[in-house]
């Protein structure tokens, strides 16, 4: 999850709209929330690459992976060519998580970068975007890094526009669940014809599992397809994380995703979702009621104390923020679930 300052914000946004509540719409737009929270954080640390401060830039391009800033990854692809040697190690890491298809040559030229934990990392980052384990190793003599980097871009070379790397898909035919981790990753990252159908075939084989009785592998598989989706994004990626939004284990996982595809017709499904994640605005004994739907490992956690944010509706409340909020019936709705947002900040 990113940063509590979104959650606010739409609080913020939301409590605007109630005490105009006459004229909510108007309330809502004149309060100047072109910008997302979220957008406005990324747009300020891609600025922040450019800081005459070397730490700084190097903290930059920390805080786009954390925000997992797939928009920044051309400004992080420029970042390899920093004179710091701490400022392309870290694009290089964020791009493990931002980068596309459109990095992977950038980071290819810094498997011969000067400093070994610059190579090092983006050896990793291109792991983690493409799916491929190849031998590398940053601290070997020139030469030996140097067949090491040729098999590298041999293996890319035979990548074509607009298609699913052929590396990612011999990855289909291991029964090994860690790979099949590595090619869900690399189809999110890396696209092509197809990957949104590659992805739900995967799916399919949990699709009617219940969260807590699958191992920690398969729900991280599960997660990671969810991502993916958000970030391959179309008809068929929105109607599936859509059926997920109402499932007590993956509603939070489907709603950051829906957060990154960004779909308009994702707004009013979320704002729906909300009141049935979310504590309840009742009291019993100076505690609010417990929701729901509510993830068991969620719950265990926010029975112990009151001042925590359950994970599912901070998911949605900050997916809500990345969204366009601009439809009169929208805002009359959020306007509406208001007095939960503000029961479970």
Same mark, same amino acid.
């Given at each position: 999850?990113?940063?509590?300052?979104?959650?606010?914000?739409?609080?913020?946004?939301?409590?605007?709209?109630?005490?105009?509540?006459?004229?909510?719409?108007?309330?809502?737009?004149?309060?100047?929330?072109?910008?997302? &929270?979220?957008?406005?954080?990324?747009?300020?640390?891609?600025?922040?690459?450019?800081?005459?401060?070397?730490?700084?830039? #190097?903290?930059?391009?920390?805080?786009?992976?954390? /925000?997992?800033?797939?928009?920044?990854?051309?400004? /992080?692809?420029?970042?390899?060519?920093?004179?710091?040697?701490?400022?392309?190690?870290?694009?290089?890491?964020?791009?493990?998580?931002? =980068?596309?298809?459109?990095?992977?040559?950038? /980071?290819?030229?810094?498997?011969?970068?000067?400093?070994?934990?610059?190579?090092?990392?983006?050896?990793?980052? !291109? =792991?983690?975007?493409? =799916?491929?384990?190849?031998?590398?190793?940053?601290?070997?003599?020139?030469?030996? $890094?140097?067949?090491?980097?040729? *098999?590298?871009?041999?293996?890319?070379?035979?990548?074509?526009?607009?298609?699913?790397?052929?590396?990612?898909?011999?990855?289909?035919?291991?029964?090994?669940?860690?790979?099949?981790?590595?090619?869900?990753?690399? !189809?999110?990252?890396?696209?092509?014809?197809?990957?949104?159908?590659?992805?739900?075939?995967?799916? #399919?084989?949990?699709?009617?599992?219940?969260?807590?009785?699958?191992?920690?592998?398969?729900?991280?598989?599960?997660?990671?397809?969810?991502?993916?989706?958000?970030? !391959?994004?179309?008809?068929?990626?929105?109607?599936?994380?859509?059926?997920?939004?109402?499932?007590?284990?993956?509603?939070?996982?489907? *709603?950051?995703?829906?957060?990154?595809?960004?779909?308009?017709?994702?707004?009013?499904?979320?704002?729906?979702?909300?009141? $049935?994640?979310?504590?309840?605005?009742?009291?019993?004994?100076?505690?609010?009621?417990?929701?729901?739907?509510? &993830?068991?490992?969620?719950?265990?956690?926010?029975?112990?104390?009151?001042?925590?944010?359950?994970?599912?509706?901070?998911?949605?409340?900050?997916?809500?923020?990345?969204?366009?909020?601009?439809?009169?019936?929208?805002?009359? #709705? /959020?306007?509406?679930?208001? &007095?939960?947002?503000?029961?479970?900040?």
């Amino acid at each position: 999850m990113k940063h509590t300052y979104h959650v606010i914000c739409i609080a913020m946004i939301l409590s605007t709209g109630v005490a105009a509540a006459d004229k909510p719409f108007k309330a809502f737009v004149t309060s100047d929330f072109r910008t997302s &929270p979220y957008d406005s954080q990324v747009s300020e640390n891609i600025a922040l690459l450019a800081s005459p401060a070397p730490k700084v830039r #190097a903290a930059a391009a920390e805080a786009l992976a954390f /925000l997992r800033a797939y928009s920044a990854g051309k400004a /992080l692809g420029g970042a390899l060519k920093d004179k710091s040697a701490d400022v392309r190690r870290e694009a290089a890491l964020a791009l493990a998580w931002c =980068g596309g298809r459109m990095e992977a040559s950038l /980071l290819l030229a810094a498997l011969n970068d000067e400093s070994w934990s610059v190579r090092q990392s983006a050896c990793v980052a !291109l =792991g983690n975007l493409t =799916g491929m384990e190849l031998p590398f190793d940053a601290l070997a003599g020139k030469d030996v $890094r140097q067949r090491q980097v040729d *098999a590298w871009r041999k293996c890319w070379r035979s990548v074509v526009d607009g298609q699913i790397p052929p590396s990612v898909l011999r990855l289909a035919t291991s029964k090994d669940m860690e790979v099949s981790l590595r090619r869900v990753r690399a !189809l999110g990252a890396m696209g092509g014809q197809g990957a949104v159908d590659e992805i739900l075939k995967i799916l #399919a084989t949990y699709r009617k599992e219940d969260h807590s009785k699958l191992n920690e592998l398969q729900k991280h598989l599960v997660q990671s397809c969810i991502r993916s989706l958000g970030r !391959l994004g179309g008809d068929k990626a929105l109607t599936v994380l859509l059926d997920y939004l109402g499932t007590a284990g993956w509603g939070r996982y489907a *709603a950051d995703a829906l957060g990154d595809l960004g779909d308009r017709r994702a707004v009013k499904p979320l704002i729906n979702a909300y009141p $049935r994640f979310a504590r309840q605005v009742a009291r019993t004994r100076s505690r609010l009621h417990g929701p729901e739907l509510c &993830p068991p490992d969620d719950r265990s956690l926010g029975d112990n104390t009151q001042d925590r944010m359950l994970e599912t509706p901070y998911a949605i409340a900050l997916a809500l923020t990345r969204l366009p909020l601009d439809e009169k019936a929208d805002v009359e #709705a /959020l306007r509406k679930i208001c &007095p939960h947002l503000l029961a479970n900040l």
